[in-house]
C-alpha cells in the first residue's frame, strides 16, 4: 500500500472492545456508570476542599488539583467511546485523534507529576514538621503545581509534534478505545525509530524519575517513624501517608500492568483492558481511598452535604 501524507489522512477507526451488539450495550451501561461516578466522586472532593477552611492545607491543596486533572484524564477518552457506542460509529478524525492523544498525555503526565509532589509534601510534613509551613507555603505550592503543568504540556507537545511528521497507510484501525500513542504510532507507513527512541527516552523520564522521587520520599518518611516512640505517633504519621500510598500503588501497578501484557502478549484486547484501569478505574477509585481513609474528608464531605452544621472557620494566626 502506498503511504499517504498525514495530513490527508481523515479518520482513525477505534475498534474498542467488541462488536457484538450484546457486550456492546453492557459496555456502554459499565462505562456510563464508571465515568459518572468518577467525575461526581472527583467533584465532591474538589468542593469539600474549596468549602472547608480546614482543609485549606496544602495537602487537600494538590488532592483537589489531583481530583481536577482525574475528571479530564477520564473525559478525554471515555465520552467519546460512549459516543461511538450509541452511534454504532468506531470512527475519530485525524484531527480529533491526535487531539485526544495529545491531552491524554498532558493528564496522566499530570498525574504522576502531582502523585510525586504529594509525596514530596508528605516528606517535609512528617521530617520536618517545624518547618512544614515556612518550606510548603500557598507560593511554593502553586509553583510546584505550574511546575507539573509545564512538564507534563513540553511531553505531550513532544509527542503530538512526532506524531504529525509521520505518514499513515490505509490501514488505519487502532485496535483500543481511544488513541493510544503506541498503537497509533506503530500503524505509519514511514520509519518510526525516532517516534520509538522518543517514546522510550520519555518513558523512563516520566516512570523511573518520579517514581524514585516518591520511593526516597517514602524510605526517609518510614525512617521518621520509626524514631518515633509512641505507637499512637507512629499510627498518626502513618495515617497522613495511607492515602496516597495506597493511589500511587494504585497507579503505577495499573501502569506496570499495561506495558508488561503489551510486552508479554499480542492480544491487543488484553492491552486494551488493562488500559482501562489506570484510564478509567483508577480515577474512580481515588476519591474513595481518600475519603475512605481520611477522617477530615468524610466530615467536610458530610457538612458539604448538609448532614452536620458547618463549624466556625478557625484561622491560624499569620
Not at 55 to 82: A, E, G, Q, R
Request: glycine share 4%; charged share 10%.
Amino acid at each position: 500500500m502506498e503511504p499517504e501524507n498525514g495530513t490527508q489522512i481523515s479518520e482513525f477507526l477505534l475498534l474498542g472492545f467488541s462488536e457484538q451488539a450484546e457486550i456492546q450495550l453492557l459496555i456502554f451501561g459499565l462505562f456510563l456508570s464508571m465515568y459518572l461516578v468518577t467525575v461526581l466522586g472527583n467533584l465532591l472532593i474538589i468542593l469539600a476542599t474549596i468549602s472547608d477552611s480546614h482543609l485549606h492545607t496544602p495537602m487537600y491543596f494538590f488532592l483537589s488539583n489531583l481530583s481536577f486533572v482525574d475528571i479530564f484524564f477520564t473525559s478525554t477518552t471515555i465520552p467519546k467511546m460512549l459516543v461511538n457506542i450509541q452511534t454504532q460509529s468506531k470512527t475519530i478524525t485525524y484531527a480529533g485523534c491526535i487531539t485526544q492523544m495529545y491531552f491524554l498525555l498532558l493528564f496522566s503526565g499530570l498525574d504522576i507529576f502531582l502523585l510525586t509532589v504529594m509525596a514530596y509534601d508528605r516528606y517535609v510534613a512528617i521530617c520536618h514538621p517545624l518547618h512544614y509551613m515556612i518550606i510548603m507555603n500557598h507560593r511554593h505550592c502553586r509553583l510546584l503545581v505550574l511546575e507539573c503543568w509545564f512538564m507534563s504540556f513540553l511531553n505531550s507537545l513532544l509527542h503530538s509534534f512526532m506524531v504529525l511528521r509521520l505518514s499513515f497507510c490505509t490501514d488505519l484501525e487502532v485496535p483500543h478505545f481511544f488513541c493510544e500513542l503506541n498503537q497509533v504510532v506503530h500503524h505509519a507507513c514511514s520509519d518510526t525509530f525516532l517516534n520509538d527512541m522518543v517514546i522510550y527516552i520519555t518513558a523512563v523520564f516520566l516512570a523511573v524519575g518520579p517514581l524514585t522521587g516518591i520511593l526516597y520520599s517514602y524510605s526517609k518518611i518510614v525512617s521518621s517513624i520509626r524514631a518515633i516512640s509512641s505507637a499512637q505517633g507512629k499510627y498518626k504519621a502513618f495515617s497522613t501517608c495511607a492515602s496516597h500510598l495506597s493511589v500511587v500503588s494504585l497507579f503505577y501497578c495499573t501502569l506496570l500492568g499495561v506495558y508488561l501484557s503489551s510486552a508479554v502478549t499480542q492480544n491487543s484486547h488484553s492491552t486494551a483492558t488493562a488500559s482501562l484501569m489506570y484510564t478509567v478505574v483508577t480515577p474512580m477509585l481515588n476519591p474513595f481511598i481518600y475519603s475512605l481513609r481520611n477522617k477530615d474528608i468524610k466530615s467536610a464531605l458530610r457538612r458539604l452535604l448538609g448532614r452536620t452544621p458547618r463549624r466556625e472557620p478557625i484561622h491560624p494566626p499569620q
